[in-house]
């Protein structure tokens, strides 16, 4: 069975800081992981997806990075600012690739 | 382009009265998808369909149902709602399974 776990569970960072983000996986024969960010009481935004043909995926200031053989996916963002503070989910897709298995979060607070 | 769009935002219902969460999608996505998110569980998929027609339970089906009245919409059905119900419920939709997962802003449910 699946898992994955994100840590730290939360994130306190000045403004302008760069900073990465952990997602750990159990079962390496995963097809896609996808990047979510989701604000106090709304919905699930896509961030990035990574093809497990991929090593890395570039948006703006967010680059995801996939290491299958390790079990790991990490997600960088440059240049914080309070905008980018949510809690950040990691989802990997196994089983054909229709089940999806999303990580615990990490909460972001980015300060001025 | 709206996207995923779920009605209502919020409902409160009293134990044992049913109700019918309705999603449209408009990007011409063949997938499905109803989730449910409570704390500390994490996002749960309850039913989804893989394309117009199909319909497959998910790790947490019971006291659900579900119908794609076509390719656009896909609905879920409490048909007597208990206090375990209680949670937020999100709509997804992809172009395939494995692909990128749309979220809808999500309907809050309260059971008394």
């Known amino acids: 069975k699946q898992e994955v776990t994100q840590i730290p569970a939360a994130l306190s960072v000045p403004e302008g800081e760069n900073l990465v983000l952990n997602c750990s996986f159990t079962d390496s024969a995963i097809y896609n992981l996808q990047w979510f960010r989701q604000d106090p009481g709304k919905g699930l935004t896509s961030l990035l997806l990574i093809q497990s043909s991929q090593r890395e995926q570039t948006s703006g200031r967010l680059n995801a990075s996939l290491d299958k053989s390790s079990g790991r996916s990490t997600l960088y963002i440059a240049a914080s600012q309070p905008g980018d503070s949510a809690t950040y989910l990691c989802a990997a897709f196994t089983g054909g690739g229709n089940k999806l298995t999303f990580g615990t979060g990490t909460q972001l607070k980015v300060e001025l | ?112």
Not at chain 2, 4 to 30: E, I, R
């Open chain 2, 1 to 112: 382009n709206a996207g995923v769009t779920q009605t209502p935002k919020f409902q409160v219902l009293k134990t044992g009265q049913s109700m019918t969460l309705q999603c449209a999608q408009d990007m011409n996505h063949n997938s499905m998808y109803w989730y449910r998110q409570d704390p500390g569980m994490g996002l749960r998929l309850i039913y989804y369909s893989a394309s117009e027609g199909t319909t497959d339970k998910g790790e947490v089906p019971n006291g659900y149902n579900v119908s794609r009245l076509n390719k656009r919409e896909f609905s879920l059905r409490l048909e007597s709602a208990a206090p375990s119900q209680t949670s937020v419920y999100f709509c997804a939709s992809s172009d395939g399974l494995a692909g990128t997962r749309y979220f809808g802003p999500g309907t809050r449910l309260t059971v008394l």
